[in-house]
């Protein structure tokens, strides 16, 4: 089993930043693509940005230019970047890993962007 755990999300103003980590933890035999979701009230969840195991990234149209995705195999840890936020960034943020073992999600971590 592997575990997925976010952290650094939290309330922040317009045009702020703000840094997202998550680890992965248990039996990890080898992690291919890592990835953020978020979801915002009453929508389905959306892909942000996406990291191969070789650091090439795919991001969402939306966050083009604004989010940076980032890994560290060695930690297996995923990192994301967030700067000029805006409140259409509000969401709860997923983080997911495709190992060799299957598919596995973290507990998501609030993403707020109020004045």
């Known amino acids: 089993q592997v575990q997925l755990v976010e952290s650094g999300g939290g309330l922040v103003q317009p045009g702020g930043s703000l840094r997202l980590s998550c680890a992965a933890s248990g039996r990890i035999f080898k992690i291919y693509d890592m990835g953020w979701y978020r979801q915002a009230p009453g929508k389905q969840r959306e892909l942000v940005a996406a990291i191969t195991r070789g650091s090439s990234t795919n991001y969402a149209d939306s966050v083009k230019g604004r989010f940076t995705i980032s890994r560290d195999n060695a930690k297996n840890t995923v990192y994301l970047q967030m700067n000029s936020l805006k409140p259409e960034d509000t969401a709860v943020y997923f983080c997911?890993?495709?190992?060799?073992?299957?598919?596995?999600w973290g507990q998501g971590t609030q993403v707020t962007v109020s004045s």
């Open positions: 997911n890993a495709v190992t060799w073992g299957g598919d596995y």
